[in-house]
């Protein structure tokens, strides 16, 4: 400083190397956070799986039976009991909560809207719309026709809603709105395929549409475990221009991400991975909604995407085990509990974002 210069000394500040070496700290414990709350959720997928097989009695079987009898090494009683029975069950709800999870927060921090879930969207019921067509009018082809037509389904909403809310640009109220608008057409429609079905397809029809694992079997599970691992690939593959997407667009478009290829891509990963779900096991409600939130509560915005699958995973297989067993109330669709533990949360969610507005 020369005798001129009459500015107050600057306080100290830390050196780059301090700065550099206590970001990596703090990144290394985020890190740490992650890896444990991902291996305690693992943990309880693994104790509510065993708790879906074993719970209900495993009768006259032998104890030592019912391991090996879980990876088809058995025959007779246990293999039915076991195999063709439980275990696709808990896979059914597990590989559905991932994916719904998934979907859920692809959708959160794209829109950055917590109501901005493919279920509160109106994804779910145009996949739905698509799966019912395709279940009253093809079903010969269920194993593959019904996971596509509800694809179909998804990619139509996902278009219509982005059309319907584009004002020279996305409003996030306005697209939810829009999204319910054409959820409650997708609705009205599938229940008018309904109206003109034979009572054996409705009977099978209208306990899907509550969601519900109860037809579980290994076509289902093989498809649910192909989607899955092709959609967790694929939002491996976006997750940078997904990070850089919830900075703005200006933003992500100075760091060199395709702003609108990317949205669409985020977009349409989304409804594909809600659409395979809802497929197998029916529109299970308000899972995409709280997975998302709830893994951000655990491990922060940056690494939620990745924990999301295992959050729905947990909130699906338990809501299953619920819904088989829970004294007075069981059993009932898996669909119910997961309303009950969604619905009262969607609520406090629109209040306190009136109250924040206000």
Do not use: K
């Not at 209900?56 to 019912?66: E, K, N, Y």
């Not at 195999?83 to 979907?103: E, I, K, S, T, V």
């Not at 609705?187 to 034979?198: E, G, M, P, Q, S």
């Amino acid at each position: 400083m020369t005798a001129l210069d009459t500015r107050p000394p600057r306080p100290d500040t830390p050196t780059t190397p301090a700065v550099v070496a206590h970001l990596r700290s703090d990144r290394r414990a985020r890190n740490r956070r992650a890896a444990v709350t991902a291996a305690v959720l693992t943990v309880a997928l693994l104790a509510l799986t065993t708790a879906s097989v074993l719970l209900g009695g495993i009768g006259r079987l032998d104890p030592a039976d019912v391991l090996p009898a879980a990876f088809g090494l058995r025959d007779g009683l246990a293999d039915y009991m076991i195999f063709q029975l439980r275990m696709p069950r808990a896979l059914y709800a597990l590989l559905a909560g991932a994916l719904f999870g998934l979907a859920g927060s692809l959708y959160q921090r794209l829109i950055r809207n917590p109501l901005a879930t493919p279920d509160i969207v109106g994804i779910s019921a145009g996949a739905g719309a698509g799966a019912a067509t395709a279940l009253l009018y093809a079903p010969a082809a269920f194993t593959l026709g019904v996971p596509v037509a509800a694809v179909i389904g998804s990619f139509v909403l996902v278009a219509a809603v982005q059309a319907l809310s584009w004002r020279g640009g996305v409003d996030t109220y306005r697209l939810v709105l829009v999204g319910i608008g054409l959820s409650a057409v997708c609705t009205a429609y599938t229940n008018y395929l309904f109206t003109v079905a034979d009572q054996q397809t409705i009977a099978i029809a209208m306990r899907w549409t509550v969601g519900s694992t109860n037809a579980a079997d290994w076509d289902g599970v093989t498809t649910l475990a192909v989607g899955f691992g092709a959609c967790a690939l694929a939002a491996l593959f976006l997750a940078r221009p997904l990070a850089t997407l919830t900075l703005g667009d200006d933003f992500a478009s100075g760091l060199g991400t395709r702003v609108t290829a990317s949205r669409v891509g985020v977009l349409l990963l989304g409804a594909a991975a809600a659409a395979l779900a809802t497929s197998v096991v029916g529109p299970i409600g308000f899972v995409s909604l709280i997975s998302g939130p709830i893994a951000v509560r655990l491990v922060g915005t940056e690494r939620s995407t990745l924990l999301a699958p295992l959050v729905g995973a947990v909130v699906v297989i338990g809501a299953d085990v619920l819904a088989q067993h829970a004294p007075l109330i069981s059993p009932v669709p898996t669909g119910v509990l997961t309303a009950l533990l969604g619905a009262p949360y969607f609520v406090w969610l629109i209040l306190r974002r009136r109250q924040g507005a206000s």
